[in-house]
């Protein structure tokens, strides 16, 4: 038989080509690609069409789209409107490139055709010069293809106005992409009912024939009421059905309507099954969802290490919401190691991407000095965006760069606005605009004025605040003196582990400040302190130990800790270090 279907391609090619057709309906695909190409040689340009077909899927001949392209493009030159729609479809997914392609057929057609490590780059150029004239040749398809480089093509090929007249002539020639762009196209003014309805007609034409984005915007419409009766269980019903066909869109809506239970009964597992296979697909906002589900503390169990996953995935694809996850979960060390680095690595892209919570996070590490050294550039930029639209956190944070002089210059008249600004509800900020009414910095000094905002800070329970109101209560300073009511302030900063509250109290034990003395609470408070670093609170406990003031006599020790004070810079240690060695004290 063989030789016979040889004696047929060489006595008539157009034989062949028919003798071909059958064996390719039995799947000799061997069999029928020799005759094809005999037919093909012969310039039938069916044939030379049927060749590129059998080399690009690798039917009955190894696979390779060099010879794929190299006969596709024969056919289309001979004006088969197959190839030339063909060839402009992979013109524009970027297939036609030759320079990787096998030359001699060989290895690589499938898997460089469906294997590239980033995606190739559309040839629109080629693409619309094939699309047009299948077009023009009255072919649906085509013309669907045209109106689709004219609208989604490069800036200068855009034609609008055009491409609608192709949508229009496709769709009436039944090309169910034609009906899907054509609805999209009369969605851009479809500002009246019976506009919507031929919207949504059109649509259903395109969904009824299987294509998944119309089946899911079909979806929307219908779960909105729009161009047609609302009906979210069919609305969900069709998110199934284009979920089912691969649309990544469509599997996050079926995917949050399972979980949800509205419309379709409840099935929490079912529907992260879903999502999961949209993130897996490459969908960045499937993959935030995903990480949200391990996250919450919902249907499923809190898994932070999992929603790290998930949230990495979305972030290295760009997605500021999963980017900013991600950031997150490094701040607090959940799921992942506690890393403040890599924390402001993915808060930054976040923020890159206008994410204000992201940059008044990031500007924060910024301001600990965590980040890039090209970081303090932007802090003051986004703090003043923030701040500008009410948000005191950002209104602070800005007041402390101007302060600073962090990403601007210092400018401390700003900074009292910004920081009077958030003082309003944020008891930091009162403690900072009061240290700038006490300092007279960017500001004429208002000792009264600071004294009433460290007071609601301290109220707040602001440490700082407290030792800074205590402070100005024992010298009278901006009002009356107070040392009892000064020793409880110092009190409660000291128990939230403030050094200076405690050195303060130890020095108002040690008398000399309208307190009964009291040396050895003195000096209690004088270690207390010490042990946290407080130079001034270990000169003063190494004094106490060598003298034996609190009646506890250690020179070894005190010995230890006026060493200590040195090494802080505290320049009286020494002295106290040299009396000890000639053995003057008494």
Not at 90 to 109: I, P, S
Not at 120 to 144: H, T, V
């Amino acid at each position: 038989m063989v030789v016979v279907d040889r004696l047929i391609g060489l006595t008539s090619p157009a034989a062949a080509l028919r003798r071909a057709a059958k064996l390719s309906e039995r799947k000799r695909f061997a069999e029928a690609f020799s005759l094809l190409a005999l037919a093909a040689r012969a310039s039938i340009p069916e044939a030379e069409y049927r060749v590129a077909r059998c080399y690009l899927e690798g039917s009955g001949v190894p696979p390779s789209r060099v010879e794929g392209v190299r006969w596709l493009q024969r056919a289309a030159a001979h004006g088969f409107i197959e190839a030339q729609c063909l060839l402009a479809t992979l013109n524009l997914r970027g297939l036609t490139n030759l320079k990787n392609g096998d030359a001699n057929g060989g290895e690589g057609g499938v898997d460089q055709l469906f294997g590239e490590d980033t995606p190739p780059e559309p040839d629109f150029d080629s693409a619309i010069k094939w699309a047009r004239q299948a077009a023009e040749l009255g072919s649906a398809e085509g013309q669907a293809l045209l109106a689709y480089i004219l609208t989604y093509g490069p800036e200068p090929m855009r034609d609008l106005e055009t491409a609608h007249r192709w949508y229009e002539r496709s769709a009436a020639g039944g090309c169910p992409e034609g009906s899907l762009g054509f609805a999209l196209s009369l969605a851009r003014c479809a500002n009246d009912k019976e506009s919507r309805r031929q919207v949504a007609e059109h649509l259903r034409h395109a969904a009824e024939a299987g294509v998944s984005t119309a089946i899911y915007l079909m979806g929307v419409l219908t779960e909105n009421g729009v161009g047609v009766d609302r009906d979210p269980t069919a609305a969900a019903q069709l998110y199934q059905r284009a979920a089912e066909r691969g649309h990544r869109s469509a599997q996050i809506r079926w995917g949050r309507a399972l979980l949800d239970g509205q419309y379709v009964e409840h099935d929490p597992t079912a529907g992260e099954s879903w999502l999961r296979r949209a993130a897996l697909a490459g969908d960045a906002e499937a993959a935030v969802l995903v990480g949200d589900l391990y996250v919450r503390n919902g249907d499923l169990p809190p898994n932070y290490a999992e929603a790290a996953i998930w949230y990495r995935r979305a972030a290295e694809a760009g997605h500021r919401d999963g980017a900013r996850a991600l950031g997150s979960l490094f701040l607090t060390g959940a799921g992942v190691a506690q890393d403040n680095e890599e924390a402001a690595k993915w808060l930054r892209v976040s923020a890159e991407a206008g994410d204000q919570d992201s940059q008044v996070d990031l500007a924060n590490l910024i301001l600990q000095g965590t980040g890039a050294p090209d970081d303090q550039l932007m802090i003051a930029g986004w703090f003043k965006e923030a701040a500008s639209s009410g948000d005191l956190v950002a209104a602070f944070n800005l007041g402390i760069c101007l302060v600073k002089g962090v990403g601007t210059e210092k400018d401390e008249r700003q900074a009292v606005l910004w920081l009077r600004r958030a003082a309003e509800g944020l008891p930091d900020a009162q403690y900072m605009y009061g240290r700038l009414l006490a300092e007279g910095r960017g500001v004429s000094p208002d000792l009264p004025g600071a004294r009433t905002w460290f007071a609601k800070a301290a109220d707040a329970g602001v440490p700082d605040a407290q030792v800074a109101l205590a402070e100005m209560l024992v010298n009278g300073r901006g009002g009356p003196r107070s040392p009892v009511a000064a020793a409880e302030l110092f009190q409660k900063a000291a128990a939230k582990g403030h050094s200076g509250a405690m050195f303060a109290l130890g020095a108002m034990h040690a008398g000399g400040y309208d307190l009964p003395i009291d040396r050895r609470t003195a000096q209690q408070w004088f270690r207390a302190a010490a042990e946290l670093g407080h130079g001034y609170a270990q000169l003063m406990l190494g004094r106490y130990l060598v003298r034996g003031a609190a009646g506890e006599l250690d020179p070894e020790e005190g010995k230890l800790w006026l060493e200590r004070a040195i090494a802080q810079g505290i320049p009286e240690s020494e002295v106290d270090i040299a009396e000890l060695a000639s053995s003057t004290w008494s």
